[in-house]
Nanobody, 125 residues
Framework: QVQVAESGGGLVQAGNSLTLACKVSGYTGTMLSISWFRQAPGKEREFVSGITWTGSATDYGDSVKGRFTTYRDNAKNTVYLQMVSLNPDDTAVYFC??????????????????WGQGTQVTVSS
């Protein structure tokens, strides 16, 4: 059974950086799509970034392109979300989601049924 668990959230000042981690367990194949989403209070959960399990493809939401980078550490079965130049609009709960059987980036939250518990990122001005 595939499970994911996020870590690395916290409080940072605007302009600073933070890296989140998504630990994947219970999966030994290569067909897996991992995406990051975030949800701010009163807003819908939005796509942030996605990566295929082989790491061959990545994609980003428009609001984070050029500032966020997602990558995978094979040895640790972990996907990371490196965030730089953070601003208060990035404040949200960040979620990791997994979809076995896919080798493409999935941007809709509706297709995922494996989610982590989320990690809070707060950016102060």
């Amino acid at each position: 059974q595939v499970q994911v668990a996020e870590s690395g959230g916290g409080l940072v000042q605007a302009g600073n950086s933070l890296t989140l981690a998504c630990k994947v367990s219970g999966y030994t194949g290569t067909m897996l799509s991992i995406s990051w989403f975030r949800q701010a209070p009163g807003k819908e959960r939005e796509f942030v970034s996605g990566i295929t399990w082989t790491g061959s493809a990545t994609d980003y939401g428009d609001s984070v392109k050029g500032r966020f980078t997602t990558y995978r550490d094979n040895a640790k079965n972990t996907v990371y979300l490196q965030m730089v130049s953070l601003n208060p609009d990035d404040t949200a709960v960040y979620f990791c989601a997994a979809k076995p059987g896919y080798v493409i980036i999935l941007k809709s939250r509706l297709v995922f049924d494996i989610w982590g518990q989320g990690t809070q990122v707060t950016v102060s001005s």
